[in-house]
């Protein structure tokens, strides 16, 4: 930048107002439409990285005369131009600091090599929207709540991600990351219908943000489509701590299914069942023919449902199979499934008819050992977005990755602590002992 900028800059200053303070000893360019005048304090304060570069040593030494003029400024920082710079120039660079360079001033606060700037319109073309998000992250060190672009779901995504990639560059999550929350749930049913549609992209913005609601919608969406997705080019897109904590999940779910599936293929109505005194003959046998007909009618299809891979491991989870169990009555073993079983065991439509309430009575039994599983933890409205795979997945607060870090981290320092008073006592006892 040139002196001549420079002082166009420092007129253009207003009293003492983002984004250019006048006591402010830290100059920001963005481009050459976006230029700030902060507080090395405040940047330090919200941001490591700024706390890295923005150090004493690297602060300008000004003179008398430029001290007298009222120039301030000490820092000088420059988004990321190193490409265009000459050897000679990038030896005046004090700092690569992430996305900024901090450039080396003289003792009147002038950087001492001119930067290109580039325009924030470039022969027509729309506007690079990077420079809008350095200056929102900006805003949000000095309290200032960002606002998204909420004219869609797809819009509010793409913005909350660049937010959150200039704020990780920056090491300042924490500042915008409530923010961005907010804002996508308060989108509400749009919200969680886009998650159910791209879950992947969901949860990996969710654990950079640290927000439970969007996290958990994802991970129970992933879990229940996990054997599609698991198969999927954007899987291993997932952190390694994610995918951990999808497979413990996904491996949950299975135990839930093979436990409703052995329970099921063990189930006897009671009224079949004979206890010790009770009539144990033939006849008493006999007269529950019609139950243990459709007692095997049933296992016989279960039997083939889990042959044909049209539980758990389909590619559905085994949600339809499920389903149609908690349904009951038509939703499986119809009548006309059933006149493939009458046409190898013949027999009068009366006796039809009494095999079939037994058929009946024997799902409505079913139905108790598939209840946890269709259990829907999302908050997708199903009445308008349809869901047809498990949604049952309980995530607990351990299963935030952040969350199990923070706990973690509180039980080591417990356990030093606890560690530290054990060695206070040993060393109190060998005292009284000398």
Sequence with gaps: MSSTGIRAFAASAPSNKFPKF??????????????????????????????????????????KKAEKEGINTRFHLELDRESDLTTGQRA???VQQ?????????DHARPLHHSNLLPDIENGRVPDPVYGHYDTVLRALYNQPPTLNETDIG????????????????????????????????????????????????????????????????????????????????????????????????QELVKMC?????????????????NEGQDCGRASYSNDILSWMAL?????WLGQIINYDKNFRGTDGGYEFYNSISIGGNAY???????NFHSKFHMSRKCQGVLENHL?????????????????????DRNSFEVKWLACTEVRPTDYPWMASALEGAAAGAEERSEEVCGEEVEEEEDVSS
């Design 333 to 339: 073993l119809t009548r006309a499934v059933m006149e």
């Design 360 to 380: 009946n009575f024997l799902k409505e039994d079913l139905k108790q050992f598939v209840e946890p599983l269709m259990k829907c933890n999302l908050q997708v």
């Design 258 to 274: 093979r436990s409703a599936e052995s329970r099921m293929h063990g189930h006897y109505p009671r009224h079949v069942m004979r």
């Design 296 to 300: 095997c009618a049933f296992r016989h």
């Design 155 to 250: 819009a509010i995504l793409r913005e909350a991600m660049g937010l959150i990639e200039v704020a990780e560059n920056l090491s300042c999550v924490s500042v915008i990351a409530p923010a961005v929350g907010i804002a996508l749930t308060n989108q509400g049913q749009t919200l969680y219908k886009a998650i159910a549609t791209n879950p992947i992209a969901w949860i990996n913005l969710s654990a950079r943000i640290n927000c439970k609601a969007i996290f958990k919608e994802a991970l129970i969406n992933i879990v229940g489509r996990y054997n599609v997705i698991s198969k999927g080019p954007q899987y291993n897109i997932m952190t390694p701590k994610i995918l951990e904590l999808v497979t413990r999940k996904y």
């Design 22 to 63: 006048t006591d402010g000893d830290t100059r920001i360019v963005i481009s050459s439409s976006k230029q700030y005048h902060l507080h090395s304090s405040i940047l330090r304060m919200h941001s490591t990285s700024f706390a890295a570069a923005l150090v004493p040593e690297h602060a300008a030494a000004l003179s």
């Design 92 to 94: 005046l660079i004090l």
């Design 98 to 106: 992430l996305d900024f360079q901090l450039v080396a001033l003289d």
